[in-house]
């Protein structure tokens, strides 16, 4: 688990910087919530997921998934 997960299953940190507010994990990206406020931030499987307004977007490395890619994997 990282730092950043870690506080947040402490209950260390409300948010992980300014605009985002950390509202939990789920288990899969397709798990993430479609009604989203931007800066929502969720963790999956140990990875951060902020809603930037239209898409979720791994804050790690700045790559959105789109709705379309989730979708995807399903199809």
């Known amino acids: 688990m990282d730092v950043?997960?870690?506080?947040?299953?402490?209950?260390l940190a409300a948010n992980i910087?300014?605009?985002y507010t950390y509202k939990g994990s789920v288990s899969a990206i397709t798990d993430?919530?479609?009604?989203?406020?931007?800066?929502d931030l969720y963790?999956?499987?140990?990875?951060?997921y902020v809603y930037d307004?239209?898409?979720w977007v791994n804050i790690e490395t700045g790559v959105a998934i789109t709705?379309?890619?989730i979708?995807?994997?399903f199809t």
């Open 17 to 19: 910087e300014p605009g």
């Open 32 to 39: 993430l919530p479609e009604s989203a406020t931007k800066g």
């Open 43 to 48: 963790t999956v499987d140990g990875v951060q």
């Open 4 to 11: 950043v997960t870690y506080a947040f299953v402490k209950g």
């Open 53 to 55: 307004g239209s898409d």
């Open 71 to 73: 979708d995807a994997l």
């Open 67 to 69: 709705e379309g890619q």
